[in-house]
């Protein structure tokens, strides 16, 4: 009988019922971290407990125990594969993966290095139409392809189609076999295998191409113009950004798509949508990825 009443009397106090919880996450995965959410209002929440093994759209959730808030922290970190840092719209996004709790470890390919220097920056300088055959790869979560060029900067047609065809579907195989399970990819607005404009056939066969490989998830970017500064000169290019400012007025409903649009923006669309593994493949035009990137 004694028993019984201390049993009945007895109240986990906030220190005992954190602890628990911190053994039975630990045990299913988790990581106990005792500090309220960043910007929580000290009320209780309706979270979402991801397992270890899962991926997650958030990397942690919320709890009330006890009156107060106690927060799981996934404990994955992830690494991005990224082509094409040296670019307009790549040169973003490994800003932003930096930037990013999120990823761990980032590995740049290309032709030559950045000048960024960072402890979670990884950069190999490599032809990259050897990728294939690279063994060396570390395991890879995301793969960002910003590999792009024109016809007069490659030189020729087959060219072009070295670069923005067989270097990215090179990419996403050496990305599959280093364990990608994403793939998200910078084409262009019009790409259609059909086509009868080089520039957007070469582009077409290039979405088809990635689309028939095993991941789980596709997403592919087409912007039109994109605006920035670029470190190279595109004479073309710069005579479209000076009359840029009209284009949204005068493209309008079904045009919309060919509105030009901030590289800025394009990438942190791309890394907004990684963060949530859409299964795919999922195309993102003007719209959606100015929807994205909010």
């Known amino acids: 009988m004694r028993r019984r009443e201390l049993l009945a009397d007895w109240v986990p106090t906030p220190v005992i019922a954190p602890t628990v919880i911190g053994i039975m996450g630990q045990m299913h995965g988790f990581v106990l971290v005792t500090t309220p959410a960043k910007n929580s209002s000290g009320t209780a929440t309706n979270g979402r407990c991801c397992n270890a093994s899962d991926n997650p759209v958030c990397n942690s959730a919320r709890v009330t125990t006890g009156g107060i808030i106690t927060t799981l922290a996934h404990v994955s970190r992830r ?35 950045t000048s960024q220097q960072h402890e979670k920056l990884e ?17 890879v979560d995301d793969v960002f392809c910003c590999l792009g060029t024109t016809i007069k900067q490659a030189g020729s047609r087959p060219a072009f189609r070295l670069v923005d ?22 084409s262009a607005i019009g790409a259609d295998p059909d086509s009868r404009v080089f520039y957007s056939r070469v582009k077409g066969e290039t979405e088809t191409a990635i689309r028939k490989l095993p991941y789980r998830s596709i997403q592919i ?14 004479l073309g290019e710069r005579i479209a950004m000076l009359g840029a ?14 509105r030009p649009i901030q590289a800025a923006t394009v990438a942190r669309a791309m890394v907004n949508v990684a963060h949530e593994s859409l299964r795919g493949p999922n195309v993102f035009e003007y719209d959606a990825m100015r929807a994205s990137s909010a």
């Open 245 to 258: 400012p009209l284009l949204p007025m005068l493209l309008v409903g079904r045009l919309r798509r060919y």
């Open 221 to 234: 970017f087409r912007p039109s113009l994109l605006l920035g500064e670029r470190p190279e000169f595109r």
């Open 123 to 139: 950069q190999r300088v490599l032809d990259l139409g050897a990728l294939e055959t690279v063994s060396d790869l570390p395991h």
């Open 165 to 186: 065809h067989a270097f990215v579907v090179g990419l996403a195989r050496a990305g599959l076999r280093a364990g990608a399970t994403q793939f998200l990819l910078v």
């Open 79 to 113: 690494t991005a594969l990224l082509a094409g840092a040296t670019g307009l719209v790549g040169s973003q996004i490994l800003e932003l993966l930096l930037a990013e709790p999120d990823w761990s470890r980032v590995v740049t390919v290309g032709r030559r290095a």
